[in-house]
């Protein structure tokens, strides 16, 4: 009844997201920081991250640095945010807070027209053969749903957000454990979880999900991480052999 995505490795060239969405974000912290500081949208996220911040500390987490009080100046917080937060790029975190501060310096890159999302050539044509027969199509992605959003709604085949239905991400829990997959199954409202397709690159997730009872089939896209022999998973190489 339902087919839930992944993007990286899926929908989208991993590529995509390391050599051009992620270079892009680290690029425009300070920049966005800059101009956007005293918006409440900003506060929040400077909010979300001190918090995390504070947390990596307490446990050594490679890379963090203290946060400068708000009464140290402007200049002061942004510095010592900017130096957290390309750290937390560089280690390809899935945390909220960087997820949700991306999103946002990723809005205005697509507002500008300075990016364009790109999905694999198969993926419109299925994203419209599902939609004809009835099926909805869900995200669930590490990525913010704003950036989701963002991606699916300005690619080069123009804007396929019509043909999908919601957008799950990091909010909803990680990735690879089975209850976030337990969590989608209930939003989805089906009768059994199995009646849900979930397609990923990654043998963990598909696991996670195959141990909540979603149908899991795996993609194989070019420049995704080899997979393990006898995984025990189905897998495809384009959405048309689905």
């Keep these: 009844h339902c087919v839930v995505l992944d993007i990286e490795g899926t929908t989208t060239p991993i590529s995509f997201v390391t050599d051009v969405m992620f270079p892009y974000a680290r690029d425009n912290v300070r920049k966005h920081l800059t101009s956007t500081y ?3 949208e900003t506060k929040e996220d400077i909010k979300l991250l001190r918090i995390q911040v504070e947390e990596d500390l307490k446990i050594g987490v490679v890379g ?32 909220t807070s960087l997820k949700q501060l ?7 890159g697509f507002e500008r027209k300075e990016l364009q999302g790109v999905v694999f050539e198969d993926v419109p044509e299925a994203l419209k053969n599902w939609q004809s027969q009835g099926m909805k199509v869900y995200i669930y992605s590490s990525g913010s749903r704003e950036a989701q959003r963002l991606l699916f709604g300005h690619t080069s085949y ?10 799950f991400d ?24 199995s009646q ?13 999900a195959k141990s909540a009872g979603f149908e899991v089939i795996i993609s194989i896209r070019p420049g995704n991480a080899p997979l393990p022999a006898n995984h025990g998973f189905r897998t495809i190489s384009s959405f048309s052999e689905i």
């Design 38 to 40: 005293d918006s409440e």
């Design 64 to 95: 963090a640095a203290p946060v400068a009080p708000d009464d140290a100046g402007k200049e002061e917080v942004i510095s010592s945010l900017v130096a957290n937060v390309e750290a937390m790029i560089k280690a390809d975190r899935k945390i």
């Design 102 to 108: 991306q999103g946002h310096i990723w809005r205005t």
């Design 158 to 167: 123009g804007d396929l957000r019509q043909f999908l239905c919601g957008f």
């Design 170 to 193: 990091t909010t909803t829990g990680n990735k690879r454990e089975a209850r976030s997959y337990f969590e989608i199954s209930q939003s989805l409202g089906v009768d059994n979880p």
């Design 196 to 208: 849900i397709l979930f397609i990923t690159d990654v043998l963990q997730e598909a696991v996670a």
